[in-house]
C-alpha cells in the first residue's frame, strides 16, 4: 500500500531509507514504549519516558531529556491511523480523544513498506503552512530525523 496522500513539496518533508531489517521488527521498534526510548530522539539525547495506547483517538507521548539533563515538556500526540507493520500516522494537532491541543506543529506519517529483504521506512513531517514547514526543515529536519532513521536501522538489529 502507498501513502494515503501525496506529499506536498511546500508544505511537507520526506526522508526516506533502506533498512535492512523487516518491517515488523520496525513496527516493532515504532510501537512499544521500551523500543522507542532506545532511539527515538538523536543522541546524546534521551527518551525518559513514552506512552503509547496504539490505536485511533490514542496517545502518543514522548518525554526528552537534553544532555545537560534538563527534561523537556511531554509531547502530546493523537494517532489518527494505524495499519499494523504497514503505517502510523500520528500529530501533535491533537490531544488523545481526538481533542484540539494548543500548539500545533506536525502530522507524522512512518510508512513501512517491503523492499527487497529490507523495509523502505519512510518519514513525513505534514506542516499546516510554508513557514512552519521551512522553520522545520532550517531546525533540522534531515539532520535529526535522518539520525533517527539511522539509530532506529542500527537498533532494530538488536531486538
Keep these: 500500500m502507498t501513502y494515503p496522500f501525496k506529499p506536498d513539496p511546500r508544505l511537507d518533508l520526506v526522508l526516506e531509507r533502506v533498512v535492512d531489517a523487516p518491517r515488523e521488527l520496525l513496527w516493532r521498534a515504532w510501537t512499544t514504549p521500551d523500543h522507542v526510548k532506545q532511539w527515538f530522539t538523536p543522541k546524546p539525547w534521551l527518551i525518559t519516558d513514552c506512552e503509547i495506547d496504539l490505536k485511533p483517538g490514542g496517545l502518543f507521548r514522548t518525554r526528552m531529556q537534553s544532555p545537560d539533563g534538563k527534561e523537556t515538556n511531554d509531547r502530546h500526540c493523537c494517532y489518527l491511523d494505524i495499519v499494523p507493520n504497514e503505517r502510523l500516522v500520528w500529530t501533535d494537532a491533537l490531544l488523545p480523544g481526538y481533542r484540539p491541543s494548543g500548539d500545533p506543529f506536525i502530522t507524522a ?26 522553520n522545520h526543515e532550517e531546525m533540522g529536519f534531515f539532520d535529526g530525523w535522518g539520525t533517527v532513521a539511522d539509530q532506529l536501522a542500527a537498533y532494530v538489529k538488536t531486538i
Design 109 to 134: 506519517v512512518i510508512s513501512l513498506q517491503p523492499d527487497g529483504r529490507g523495509t523502505r521506512y519512510t518519514a513525513t513531517a505534514i506542516h499546516r503552512d510554508e513557514a512552519t514547514r521551512n
